[in-house]
């Protein structure tokens, strides 16, 4: 997924990019307010990760903002008020979770897990589609009920062409779904991990609609 964090305490911030990365997600970091409304403004994210005590524009404010304009991205407060009027307070200016300070990444992963299934409208934890099976939590994906190894990259690709079967992502929408602001793109990258996961998977999962994009068949 690519997600937004909007955190201004440097050693929080780099641990929860650091750690979405590895679970295979494009995260970009802002650190106050008014940057965090720019990027919302210019990038389709699918997920946003909130502090409310921030520099310039407080996240609430902010929250109440991105409501106000009808952006309904999900949004995560990760927050070290712990009172509950505070919880209370996000919850009703928008937030569809919240997290308090200090927090265990694991349960951060599996709460952006939680509410990337509710976004797409899938209630399974699991994906399933013909032979295929991908686990988001377990980071596994299997076929034939045989397991199949993958890159995280490899991996987020795939998970992305399951959301839509038959409905094509070009390049660009892909490369927005691997990557953040500022991580080297190869020009070839996408062909790269298509090409990785036609070989694991077999080349009938993976069709090219020219001049479009990618996607896995509808009906496998
Ligand atoms: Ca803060």
Known sequence: MRLLLVE????????????LRQEGHA??????GV??????????????LLDLGLPRQDGLSLLRGIRTEGNPVPVLILTA??????????LDAGADDYLVKPFDLDELAARVRALGRRQRGQAEPVVSHGALTLDPAAHAVS???RPVRLSAREFALLQSL????????SRSQLEDRL???GE?????????YIHGLRRKLGAGWILNLRGVGWYVPENP
Do not use: C, K, T
Request: charged fraction near 30%; proline fraction near 6%; glycine fraction near 8%.
């Open 35 to 48: 940057a965090a409304a720019l990027a919302l403004r210019d990038h389709p994210f699918e997920l946003v």
């Open 143 to 145: 076929l034939d009920d």
């Open 8 to 19: 201004d305490d440097p050693m929080v911030g780099a641990a929860v990019q650091r750690g």
């Open 81 to 90: 008020r712990d009172s509950i009027a505070d919880r209370i307070a996000g």
């Open 27 to 32: 995260v970009d970091w802002v650190e106050d």
């Open 179 to 181: 990557y953040g602001w």
């Open 184 to 192: 080297e793109v190869e020009s070839n990258a996408i062909e790269v």
């Open 162 to 169: 399951l959301e839509q079967p038959g409905r094509p992502l």
